[in-house]
């Protein structure tokens, strides 16, 4: 009769733990740590810190007058007038029921709250099941856009990803010349075309570059203005129409870049491009640069499209997958 096999302590979750890295080995690449998140987000913590302190005086008993003010601290501190009254209701309900007694129990209270706002498997970044996966890049001029899509493609390409970028923003030189820049910098291809060519034959071109090279993925730049919106949109729409005709189920992503110093009006655009296409995502750029931070509450729960990207800083490498875990305790701290 054979030997029972043993099974060692604590098979199953080291199982599943290997099972969970697999899955999510794409995401684990972006991972970084709350100090990382502190040390770039000094701007919008020191801001939300000294509004919050000067509300939350130990001294003061929760009521009405003091609720009150902290729901305007909350709006100027970027985090929308929709979700604090949210914040502020679940708030009063929470005092109300005595789940809270006293002011220390407020900023633990709004912590838990705004982590709940973002199950964790819509920040996944979309992947393709075979083929290339394919990133349609959008958002207005100046949102950061270029920078942004140059450290998507060195993150993926320093995980041993093929990487093809394509400059389908063929209305500015400056917009090729730029991506053309980083592509060398960073050691990934990229398909082009001259200045005012159609953009959706780079789209085409470039699909059928990503397939034939074998690539892992291939980005998608696009413009961010023409002379009209609906030009624009419609632009877009035909990008994206391309890429699907040319790779099935493409785009797999869809990630809009967003501005984080431009606070409210993010949400602006953000309604503007969905409206034309099917943002997945967003990418929000410059966030250690602002003290606006508070936005990426206010997207979330206004617009219900995950933040699964921030740009934190000028190098390629500063680039993090979105952890709301990670992001309210830096930004509490």
Not at 88 to 95: N, Q, V, W
Not at 131 to 155: D, E, F, Q, R
């Amino acid at each position: 009769m054979s030997a029972a096999l043993e099974i060692p302590p604590n098979f199953c979750e080291n199982l599943h733990a290997i099972i969970f890295y697999q899955e999510n080995s794409i995401m684990a690449i972006f991972a970084k740590t709350v100090q990382f998140f502190k040390d770039r987000l000094s701007k919008t913590r020191d801001k939300i810190s000294s509004s919050l302190s000067q509300v939350l005086k130990l001294s003061r008993n929760i009521d009405d007058s003091l609720l009150d003010e902290l729901e305007k601290t909350l709006i100027s501190d970027d985090i929308g007038v929709e979700t604090t009254d949210k914040l502020i209701s679940d708030l009063r309900t929470a005092y109300s029921s005595r789940q809270i007694a006293k002011t220390e129990d407020i900023i633990p209270f709004l912590k838990e709250h705004i982590k709940s706002y973002w199950p964790h498997q819509d920040r996944q970044l979309l992947m393709a099941t075979s083929g290339p996966t394919v990133i349609l890049i959008a958002g207005v001029n100046g949102s950061g856009k270029t920078t942004s899509i140059a450290k998507l493609a060195y993150i993926l390409s320093k995980d041993n990803k093929k990487v093809i970028v394509a400059a389908c923003d063929t209305f500015r030189a400056a917009a090729v010349e730029q991506l053309s820049i980083w592509a060398e910098r960073i050691g990934v291809q990229i398909v082009k075309h001259k200045m005012g060519s159609d953009p959706a034959a780079v789209a085409f071109d470039a699909c059928e570059a990503a397939v034939a090279r074998d690539a892992d993925f291939l980005i998608l730049d696009t413009a961010g203005r023409l002379h009209t919106q609906k030009d624009l949109m419609r632009e877009l729409t035909k990008i994206r129409d391309v890429t699907a005709r040319k790779i099935p189920g493409a785009p797999n992503e869809v990630l809009l870049i967003l501005d984080a110093t431009t606070g409210q009006n993010a949400i602006v655009q953000a309604k503007m491009f969905t409206a034309a296409i099917n943002v997945t995502g967003i990418f929000l750029a410059k966030l250690d640069g602002t003290a606006r931070g508070g936005i990426v509450i206010a997207i979330k729960d206004q617009l219900d499209i995950p933040v699964k990207f921030v740009g934190l800083g000028e190098k390629p490498e500063d680039i993090a997958e979105f952890d709301p875990d990670i992001f309210t305790e830096a930004l509490f701290a």
